[in-house]
């Protein structure tokens, strides 16, 4: 016998949160140099999200909490080795190859932010790093915004990286990831029927 309902896994915070990155993030990346005022906004916004999601890392609920999708690396493991099998572990919340995505993901975007401020201060004398970063010289500057670019197409590798686990876990899981993440619920039932 089947026996199918419904579970919370995502609560409001964490959806919006994700939303909410992830449009501010494509915005700052794709706005770039032209339109400066939305880019800064948006990059602004990326790090007032990723900083707000820290202390619900420790504080949020079940599955919002780092010690539920930071697992070590022999889990990380064992859930690669069943991907490779075809028979990857079933997690109601993020699996834990993705958790260490997640975690590369909010240090890149710190330091995306960072360097984006510190640029701001360097060639626009404006942001709070400005103080810090007049009279830099150009090589300075030079460096910071090229670390700035990196940062920003390495974060962009996490984020095609991130959503092909999310197809993959919706196809080798049958269940729709997106809407998960919409709606913050899960559909639970006998696992084996999903294999």
């Not at 089947?2 to 494509?26: E, K, Y």
């Not at 400066?36 to 999200?49: I, K, S």
């Not at 022999?74 to 699996?95: C, D, F, T």
Request: hydrophobic share 45%; charged share 20%; glycine share 10%.
């Amino acid at each position: 016998m089947n026996t199918s309902h419904q579970i919370t896994v995502w609560d409001p915070f964490v959806r919006i949160f994700h939303w909410g990155l992830a449009a501010a993030f494509l915005i700052a990346y794709f706005v770039g140099d032209d339109a400066m005022d939305v880019h800064t906004l948006a990059g602004y916004t990326v790090l007032v999200l990723v900083l707000a999601r820290i202390p619900w890392g420790f504080i949020g609920g079940t599955h919002a909490r780092f010690r539920d999708f930071v697992r070590p690396p022999s889990e990380v493991m064992a859930h690669v080795r069943g991907l490779l099998r075809g028979q990857p572990e079933y997690h109601e919340g993020h699996n834990p190859l993705a958790g260490w995505i997640y975690v590369l993901m909010f240090i890149s975007l710190i330091g995306l932010s960072v360097s984006g401020i510190a640029t701001l201060g360097a060639e626009e004398s404006s942001g709070p790093l400005a103080g810090m970063m007049a009279g830099v010289s150009h090589d300075v500057e030079e460096a910071v915004e090229e670390v700035h670019k990196f940062l920003a197409d390495f974060t962009l590798g996490l984020v095609l990286i991130h959503l092909v686990g999310v197809l993959l876990g919706s196809l080798t899981q049958k269940e729709n990831l997106v809407r998960a993440m919409i709606t913050g619920r899960k559909h639970t039932d006998d696992r084996e029927d999903r294999s």
